[in-house]
């Protein structure tokens, strides 16, 4: 089992911080910090490098500490909250990849709200540091603050379509 988990982890962790140096840089694709401001102000954000810069560092860390296993339950929040933001931003377009939906985005949710519930493994920072088991019930607040700040991300920096758009 801590097999599987730690190969969980590092292939989400992994994937969701290189989509963060995307944002922010020409490494991994990436259009650097003014591909990633372009791409969120297409997206309809305000905020400009400075909302690329928080997206993509939100991202890295927390996609790394994932990888890692340390802090997990914060890692897991990090992810979801980010994860959150792209949910909504693609929410219009169905749930499906092939349509440019929001399919993509939930499975890294869900993957990092199992992984709260599962905790980090033994193969894990958490496990070497003595910061686990963590409880399960932990989970709970993991979802509810890391959807609620993606929420509240995209409640504030989103702007509203002008009338007769």
């Given at each position: 089992m801590d097999t599987g988990i730690?190969?969980?982890?590092l292939l989400v962790g992994l994937l969701v911080a290189g989509h963060g140096v995307q944002k922010v840089s020409r490494h991994l694709g990436g259009e650097g910090l003014d591909g990633g401001t372009r791409e969120f102000r297409r997206d309809g954000f305000r905020?400009?490098?400075l909302t690329a810069l928080a997206a993509g560092g939100g991202q890295i860390g927390s996609g790394l500490l994932l990888a890692a296993g340390l802090l997990t339950p914060l890692a897991a929040t990090g992810v979801?909250?980010?994860m959150t933001v792209a949910l909504t931003v693609k929410w219009h377009n169905g749930l499906w990849v092939q349509h440019d939906g929001y399919e993509y985005p939930l499975v890294l949710i869900g993957t990092a709200a199992a992984l709260a519930?599962?905790?980090?493994?033994a193969w894990s920072l958490d496990a070497a540091l003595g910061l686990t088991p963590h409880p399960l019930w932990w989970t709970v607040p993991v979802l509810?603050?890391?959807t609620g700040s993606g929420l509240l991300t995209r409640?504030?920096?989103?702007r509203r379509?002008?009338?007769g758009d």
């Amino acid at each position: 089992m801590d097999t599987g988990i730690l190969l969980l982890r590092l292939l989400v962790g992994l994937l969701v911080a290189g989509h963060g140096v995307q944002k922010v840089s020409r490494h991994l694709g990436g259009e650097g910090l003014d591909g990633g401001t372009r791409e969120f102000r297409r997206d309809g954000f305000r905020g400009g490098a400075l909302t690329a810069l928080a997206a993509g560092g939100g991202q890295i860390g927390s996609g790394l500490l994932l990888a890692a296993g340390l802090l997990t339950p914060l890692a897991a929040t990090g992810v979801i909250g980010v994860m959150t933001v792209a949910l909504t931003v693609k929410w219009h377009n169905g749930l499906w990849v092939q349509h440019d939906g929001y399919e993509y985005p939930l499975v890294l949710i869900g993957t990092a709200a199992a992984l709260a519930a599962t905790g980090p493994g033994a193969w894990s920072l958490d496990a070497a540091l003595g910061l686990t088991p963590h409880p399960l019930w932990w989970t709970v607040p993991v979802l509810a603050a890391g959807t609620g700040s993606g929420l509240l991300t995209r409640l504030v920096l989103h702007r509203r379509p002008a009338l007769g758009d």
